[in-house]
């Protein structure tokens, strides 16, 4: 009875202290929405209106070259800089300025059977780079069939498949994945409250009054889960409601992510705060954590295309499965009932056990007193 | 019974003895001093009362109750203003007294509390907000939230201005009203004096002394100083000063111009002499004085130490 009136005013001054307290809104509020807002708008315009810029140069005019600028003008995704092609010197120009993304230079003769293709060196292997030599190359196979007058026995078709729905989109991997991070920072940089409490002594004062620190504990667990709702809302709000962002909600796979995740991470900050003496060094830790996982784990960017040994260390990684949870139940609306679902919700949690009884050991270890 | 006893405490922390054998007892409704110097032991003395720190040897029983049996019952009973008071900053002082008086079974009413630390008026204020002397009176109003019988105070008024402490003081003497046991540490002589029906001067570890303020200054030598300035000038006072040589008790004397310093172990009797041989030669005497003996003689004598503030 008076437990529950304990935890209930203990849960009262939580929510109170973390509101308050400005730092809180800044990193665990904006600071996920203004990293979010960033990425979407520099990354989240999906292939479906992919354009790059492209100048044609033509030598001198002759059949061929007339001909393959013809065809080339109907490719959809090409911008053309200019309608009329232009000698080499003002493409060079082009490419050193990065005007255009890439140059094609036609055939100076009718007999002339090459196509050459420009690009600045810099952006040589960027992603525009490569997907304009994948058209072009495909153009000039159609042209040397219809030459040979082939009908080719086999054709690509390209479309992309995602586990669960069709129309998973960079944004909606960009939008989970940023949800993830927020709450999993939520944790790492909670218990900073708990190294000012040691720091200043309200850890002592609190310890010779009969109040149970386990329910101080749970208090400020439960805050975190309440800030934790709040920031999937916002977030979901924001990508839903400016970046168009889908949702295929499975309300058991995210509640299991959502718990299991925010309790390891929790779990992770309470052992930064187990071994810092100050503020500085917990904030230290938690920001070497959030980091290496924060671009470790497929939170902006799939880890498919990470080097072999930097793929095992994302497969180790926390944050890994908690982001592969979380995209489960808010983007792909399925994963309770998958086996590899439960494989990471095990792993994640068998983080969050490790390290709380790491840290309980390290707090039993040094004395409270300590000044 | 005593609502305080303690026997044979002892703590080292390594190779540093921080007490070496404490043994007291704490009558109800007392204002208990401890005074000594830095590293005396004072706060190991008190921590290890409050159960935070265990005691390597020695025993500690409130009312009866042993930290080992009774830990919820004894911080009932207890009331603690640690030397650093922490509580929380961006609680109003209302909701930090409504928090801590949630942690016991019965506590005073926050309006009650208010009112005795004089911060009805702030109630409302955020406690980073607070002067050093608020803060250290919500920290007494923390440790007085449960109502409990017994009542430590570590230093509650070091840092303070003169103002500032003599509010603090009067919340002792309120607490000592309502019949409540208060142990106090402190820096300033003056308030060991004024507030304490007993003190205990502790040093290296060990109780040098304990009694009255008032049996501990009697305790120091018999021998006085007595001051007298003669309006009349030097001659008078060299006059004075061959006469108060002679006189019954007196010691010693020292004499500048028309200023006398006697010691005597008997002063009443030295000054009625000296006055007789005044009156007699109608010499006029401007101030006369017995130096008073303060805590702080006490102190210098039992330790040998000079007493820093």
């Not at chain 1, 000039?140 to 586990?163: R, Y």
């Not at chain 2, 159960?51 to 009973?77: M, Q, R, S």
């Not at chain 2, 000054?271 to 007699?280: A, I, P, S, V």
């Amino acid at each position: 009875m008076s437990r529950t009136r304990q935890l209930g005013k203990l849960f009262v001054a939580d929510m109170k202290l973390m509101f308050r307290e400005k730092q809180v809104w800044f990193w665990n509020i904006f600071f996920p929405i203004i990293l979010m807002v960033i990425f979407m708008l520099i990354f989240g315009s999906s292939s479906e209106n992919f354009k790059a810029k492209v100048a044609i140069v033509e030598t001198s005019a002759n059949a061929t070259s007339d001909r393959l600028e013809q065809e080339l003008r109907n490719v959809p995704v090409f911008e053309w800089k200019s309608e009329q092609p232009v000698d080499q010197a003002q493409a060079d120009k082009w490419i050193e300025d990065k005007d255009v993304d890439a140059v094609i230079v036609l055939p100076a003769t009718e007999d002339a059977k090459t196509l050459k293709l420009i690009f600045n060196k810099e952006t040589e292997m960027s992603a525009t780079s490569q997907a304009i030599s994948g058209i072009v190359g495909q153009f000039i196979e159609q042209a040397n069939w219809s030459e040979a007058g082939v009908t080719p026995t086999f054709n690509l078709d390209v479309s992309s498949i995602s586990g669960g729905s069709e129309d998973l989109e960079y944004a909606d991997f960009l939008m989970t994945g940023q949800i993830a991070l927020a709450i999993a920072q939520g944790g790492l940089f909670g218990m900073v409250g708990m190294v000012e409490m040691r720091r200043k002594g309200l850890l002592k004062r609190l310890k010779m009054t009969p109040v149970r620190l386990g329910l101080l504990g749970l208090s400020g667990m439960i805050v975190r889960f309440i800030l934790g709702v709040f920031q999937i809302l916002v977030l979901t709000a924001i990508g839903a409601g400016f970046f168009g962002v889908n949702l295929h909600i499975d309300p058991a796979t995210l509640i299991v992510a959502f718990f299991v995740g925010a309790i390891t991470f929790n779990a992770l900050g309470y052992l930064f705060s187990s071994f810092s003496k100050t503020m500085e060094a917990y904030m230290g830790y938690a920001n070497i954590a959030s980091f290496v996982m924060m671009f470790l784990s497929g939170i902006f960017f799939p880890t498919s295309g990470f080097p072999d040994w930097l793929k095992t260390v994302s497969e180790v990684l926390p944050l890994t499965y908690f982001v592969e949870g979380m995209r489960d139940g808010m983007a792909y609306g399925s994963g309770i009932g998958s086996s590899d679902y439960w494989l990471g919700i095990a792993i994640l949690a068998g983080w969050g056990a490790v390290t709380y009884a790491i840290g309980a050991l390290v707090y039993r270890r040094t004395k409270i007193e300590a000044r | 019974m005593p609502v305080l006893e303690v026997k044979g405490l002892r703590k080292t922390f390594g190779a540093v003895t921080a007490v070496a054998e404490i043994s007291f007892s704490v009558e109800a409704g007392e204002v208990f001093t401890i005074i000594g110097p830095n590293g005396a032991g004072k706060t190991t003395t008190l921590e290890m009362i409050e159960g935070l720190v265990p005691p390597d040897a020695g025993t500690i029983t409130v009312d009866g109750l042993t930290w080992e049996k009774n830990e919820d019952e004894i911080k009932y009973k207890i009331g603690v203003q640690p030397q650093s008071s922490a509580m929380f900053d961006l609680l109003t002082i209302e909701e930090n007294l409504d928090l801590f008086a949630s942690f016991y079974p019965r506590s005073k009413s926050i309006a009650e509390v208010l009112e005795m630390i004089n911060l009805t008026d702030h109630r409302s204020k955020y406690v980073k907000s607070l002067s050093g002397g608020q803060r250290q009176r919500l920290a007494i109003g923390l440790a007085m939230i449960s109502d409990p019988d017994v009542i430590f105070l570590d230093e509650p008024t070091t840092g303070l201005d003169p103002q500032a402490r003599r509010n603090i003081w009067d919340i002792v003497l309120k607490l000592k009203e309502l019949g409540k046991t208060t142990i106090l540490t402190t820096h300033y002589m003056e308030e060991a004096e004024k507030l304490s029906d007993r003190v205990c001067i502790v040093d290296q570890g060990r109780i040098v002394t304990l009694d009255t303020p008032a049996a501990l200054i009697d305790r120091l030598t018999k021998e006085r100083e007595v001051r007298v300035s003669f309006l009349d000038g030097e001659s008078a006072a060299a006059e004075a000063e061959s006469v108060a040589a002679q006189l019954p008790g007196v010691t010693k004397t020292v004499r500048e111009g028309a200023f006398l310093q006697l010691w005597s172990v008997q002063p009443e009797e030295s000054l009625y002499g000296l006055f007789g041989f005044t009156k007699e030669r109608g010499f006029r005497v401007e101030q006369v004085s017995i130096r008073e003996l303060s805590l702080e003689d006490v102190f210098i004598a039992f330790t040998g130490k000079e007493w820093r503030d």
